[in-house]
């Protein structure tokens, strides 16, 4: 039984409905699912409160003998059929005409128990309008709630996403250039790591770049001119980076080169999802930190159904000449309010007196596909690209492979991880091929929850570590010796809590995750080294 088949049995489920075996299956369900849970709940708790508020008003409901009896000669006129339609009815159907007598003959002497069960009805309606008159509207942290356990809900299969993309990041204001709408197609895979994501451009359909994982190789290609903004962002834990502020791409007719690399295996934690699908999560979970997001209200959306509107002030990506900061800017986030899944985000900042789209991703298709159903990772559909053989990897991007605790051992001694690994949670290693010999071996430990929460264990290059140490805002200490210097976040709240981690053997890491400080301090002391 999956979760739409669980909420459409839930009334009857209260009211009690169903044969023992769909209780059964509906059981097994929401003993394994948070979001039918969560639904039940709701339906459960609304379920009472209008049950409580139609009973206390129809107790004081008591209209005048007066009312009664307008009521009751208005039923008996429209109840009491003309004598022109008994005689039509007669003649088109004589077979039935004593049945007809039988039934409108005896509303007369029936007519007060009619009229009190039609009054009931009416009591009742008009209470349940008064009722939901008076039900306190959803909040935005309802909205955002519910939607970030919709999206952390793990389910077997294949996600397919293709979301429409606009960016404008280095905030050109109109007629001062044109930005690219793109089309990103992506595929991915959790339980083998496979993945795909195709970019076109939406009015050509010109592939612009490609990049795949088919269990056997890497596949990377793009027309890209690699140009990047001139001014770092500072992010934590990742030292500096350079904020893409335009990509122009080579428009020729030719072929796209994608070049394609060997490789066995591919760590999901770190499998790529689109870039549009990657930056539209990360708006929802800066959305989903900011505690002063507003509920705008409801929409009808471009399909016809009905969305919610919340908003966020937060810092936006993009590029604003002679300014090192990021701008503050309104993200808006719009959410089926169904499914309570994003069908959009649209990011803006204001300038000159204007507001300004900075970038937006509208998702045109989001749904599961059957584990298996899809074979297309070796993009041998696709038109309009040249596959090439890329031994050395010189033109690709190898993905850090999944290794095995006792691997990571072999490859390192400063190597630390939870002593246990806690209930519902998952543990995946990681490290990138080929690593020369002599350096630091570079690794990713990730620790991660059926609703998606997760611990990250990194080992970065000493450059990045001493990057991030200079926005320490607080130091905390193991009983085993080990030092957490917390990194600072934004006003407009992080999607990660991040760490660096100094060892007593001198080594260093960095601990990103979601959980709040606290629980981070209470895992860390859970931390040992390997051997």
């Not at 009896?69 to 004589?94: G, H, I, M, N």
């Not at 990377?220 to 980076?241: I, T």
């Not at 937006?360 to 070796?378: I, N, T």
Request: hydrophobic share 35%.
């Amino acid at each position: 039984m999956n979760c739409d088949q669980n909420q459409s049995l839930l009334l009857a489920y209260l009211d009690g409905e169903i044969t023992p075996s769909e209780r059964a299956l509906i059981l097994a369900h929401l003993s394994g699912c948070a979001v039918c849970q969560q639904e039940l709940d709701l339906l459960s708790t609304a379920r009472s409160r209008v049950r409580s508020a139609l009973q206390r008003r129809a107790s004081q409901a008591v209209p005048s003998q007066e009312a009664w009896r307008r009521l009751e000669a208005r039923l008996t006129e429209v109840v009491q059929p003309s004598s022109r339609f008994k005689v039509w009815f007669s003649r088109q159907a004589p077979r039935v005409n004593h049945a007809f007598n039988q039934f409108f003959g005896g509303v007369k002497m029936q007519k007060r128990w009619i009229f009190s069960g039609l009054m009931g009805v009416i009591v009742l309606s008009v209470l349940a309008i008064l009722v939901a008159r008076n039900v306190t509207p959803v909040s935005a942290r309802e909205i955002l709630d519910r939607a970030y356990s919709a999206q952390s809900t793990q389910n077997e299969g294949i996600r397919h996403t293709r979301i429409e993309t606009y960016q404008n990041l280095c905030a050109r204001l109109e007629g001062q250039g044109e930005a690219i709408i793109r089309v990103m197609d992506s595929y991915f895979e959790p339980q083998t790591g496979y993945f795909r994501t195709v970019s076109t451009e939406a009015e050509t359909g010109t592939i612009l770049d490609v990049f795949a994982f088919d269990g056997a190789h890497i596949y990377n290609g793009d027309r890209y001119v690699d140009v990047k903004a001139d001014r770092p962002e500072q992010g934590p834990a990742s030292g500096q980076k350079q904020v893409v502020c335009d990509q122009p791409f080579d428009a020729t007719d030719g072929q796209l080169t994608v070049y394609r690399s060997s490789q066995s295996s591919v760590a999901v934690a770190d499998s790529p999802r689109g870039a549009g699908v990657e930056t539209n999560e990360e708006l929802f979970q800066k959305m989903h930190k900011d505690p002063e997001a507003k509920l705008l209200g409801e929409e009808t959306w471009l399909d016809g159904r009905k969305v919610y509107v919340v908003r966020s002030w937060q810092p936006v990506k993009a590029v604003i000449e002679g300014s090192t900061e990021l701008p503050m800017g309104w993200v808006v986030s719009y959410f089926d309010k169904e499914t309570y899944k994003i069908v959009e985000s649209r990011a803006t900042i204001e300038r000159d007196g204007k507001d300004l789209l900075v970038y937006s991703y509208r998702v045109q298709a989001d749904e599961l596909l059957p584990a298996g159903s899809y074979h297309g990772w070796d993009l041998s559909d696709l038109q309009g690209i040249a596959i090439v053989d890329d031994p050395d990897g010189q033109h690709v991007k190898l993905l850090p492979e999944v290794i095995s605790k006792r691997e990571l051992a072999s490859h390192t001694r400063s190597a630390y991880l939870l002593s246990s690994i806690p209930e519902g949670v998952t543990l995946e290693i990681s490290a990138a091929p080929r690593q020369p010999k002599g350096q630091p071996f570079l690794y990713t430990a990730s620790y991660r929850s059926e609703r998606g929460d997760f611990l990250m264990i990194e080992s970065v290059g000493i450059e990045k570590i001493r990057a991030a140490a200079e926005s320490s805002d607080e130091s905390y200490t193991t009983a085993s010796g080990l030092t957490l210097r917390f990194l600072k976040s934004d006003k407009a709240g992080k999607p990660f809590t991040s760490a660096i981690v100094e060892t007593p053997q001198g080594t260093a890491f960095i601990l990103n995750s979601i959980l709040p400080r606290d629980q981070v301090k209470e895992l860390a002391e859970e931390l040992v080294l390997i051997k």
